[in-house]
């Protein structure tokens, strides 16, 4: 059983920066590929980018491609997902999770959630 929790949320300008962390305990973190989602009011869970178990393959939606950046250190039990360039359409309660598959873009394919952290972008 894996516990995840996020971090790093807030309200920033259009154009800023913020950086979401999530750490990981009560499994073996470098076990599993990770993801981020988010979900927009009154929107279903939407894939953002993933990152496979050592780290050295990550995949994107192509609306963050160039802008967001995931990256993990297993001996940190730590997923991050650095966030520039942000837009008001990047609202949204942003998720970590914990799957089996790397390139899983369905919420579906992933077993473990935090409880997520609001990113809001003003305009």
């Known amino acids: 059983q894996v516990q995840l929790v996020e971090s790093g949320g807030g309200l920033v300008q259009f154009g800023g920066s913020l950086k979401l962390s999530c750490v990981a305990s009560?499994?073996?973190?470098?076990?599993?590929?990770m993801a981020w989602f988010r979900q927009a009011p009154g929107k279903g869970q939407v894939f953002v980018a993933a990152?496979?178990?050592?780290?050295?393959?990550?995949f994107y939606t192509d609306v963050v491609k160039g802008r967001f950046a995931i990256s993990r250190d297993n001996a940190k039990n730590t997923m991050w997902l650095q966030m520039d360039s942000l837009k008001p359409e990047d609202t949204a309660v942003y998720y970590c999770?914990?799957?089996?598959?790397?390139?899983?873009?369905?919420?579906?394919?992933?077993?473990?959630w935090g409880q997520g952290t609001q990113v809001t972008v003003s305009s």
């Open positions: 999770a914990a799957g089996r598959l790397y390139v899983a873009t369905n919420p579906i394919q992933y077993d473990y």
């Open positions: 990152i496979n178990q050592n780290g050295d393959s990550t």
């Open positions: 009560g499994g073996n973190f470098r076990d599993y590929p």
